[in-house]
């Protein structure tokens, strides 16, 4: 078990430019949740994913933003048209859908800056 | 809706005193809450966990916390602070929705000085 990871772990991109970025969470984890950090802020949540299917998502995911888990393993987050806004931590998240408290384990996060 | 409140942005404290952060939640139900560490350009950790079955947690790296109902209050100790201490902690209550989503404070940041 390598723990939740994250590619790229920094993306720096001009304005107007797509990017995608990539999670891979812990292996026999079924519950997969995207959140964005902002400078000073805690992480805020963007969506959630229970194996394959995306069951909810935050009114903070615009339209230029897509998230994707073709096959209930890897996630993949895709930004279009990027804004200077869109400068962010972007972290990764995955747990068990087992017990109560649904605890979450958190990868390192993907550092974005848009010029 | 779930929320919490850290009371601090930012709190300093010498190596080898007393660590307090604030946690304050609002939950319409009984809340399962959570702080978690980040140290500088990385992820998040879990320190601590509140699940109901014990009003004082303790978690990883020598940091308790006790769970207050009468004062909607999860704040987060450590009885000796150690310059590795420094980082930002969150805390956090989960949604009672499908998605069990966390919602985050807005973190305190812990200086530990010499």
């Known amino acids: 078990d390598t723990g939740v990871s994250q590619d790229p772990r920094h993306k720096i991109t001009k304005r107007g430019q797509n990017v995608t970025f990539r999670c891979d969470p812990i292996?026999?984890?079924?519950?997969l949740y995207w959140y964005r950090q902002t400078l000073g802020q805690g992480p805020e949540f963007l969506t959630y994913f229970q194996n394959e299917a995306q069951l909810e998502k935050s009114r903070l995911l615009s339209d230029r933003f897509s998230a994707e888990r073709p096959k209930g393993s890897f996630s993949t987050l895709e930004i279009q048209r990027t804004e200077q806004g869109d400068s962010a931590m972007y972290l990764c998240?995955?747990?068990?859908?087992?017990?109560?408290?649904?605890?979450?384990?958190f990868g390192p996060g993907t550092r974005l800056t848009v010029l | 809706a779930q929320s919490v409140t850290q009371l601090g942005s930012h709190v300093s404290v010498s190596e080898g005193a007393l660590v307090l952060l604030r946690c304050n939640y609002s939950?319409?139900?009984?809340?399962?809450l959570f702080w978690y560490v980040q140290y500088p350009n990385q992820g998040l950790q879990l320190l601590l966990k509140?699940?109901?079955?014990?009003?004082l947690v303790k978690g990883i790296n020598g940091f308790e916390a006790e769970f207050k109902k009468s004062e909607t209050s999860f704040h987060l100790t450590k009885p000796s602070a150690h310059m590795s201490d420094a980082a930002e902690y969150f805390c956090?209550?989960?949604?009672?929705?499908?998605?069990?989503?966390?919602?985050f404070g807005t973190g305190t940041r812990l200086q530990v000085t010499l």
């Open positions: 509140y699940t109901s079955a014990a009003t």
């Open positions: 292996s026999e984890h079924n519950r």
């Open positions: 939950s319409s139900v009984p809340p399962y």
């Open positions: 956090a209550v989960r949604g009672t929705g499908t998605a069990s989503k966390l919602t």
């Open positions: 998240a995955s747990s068990l859908r087992a017990g109560d408290y649904n605890e979450q384990f």
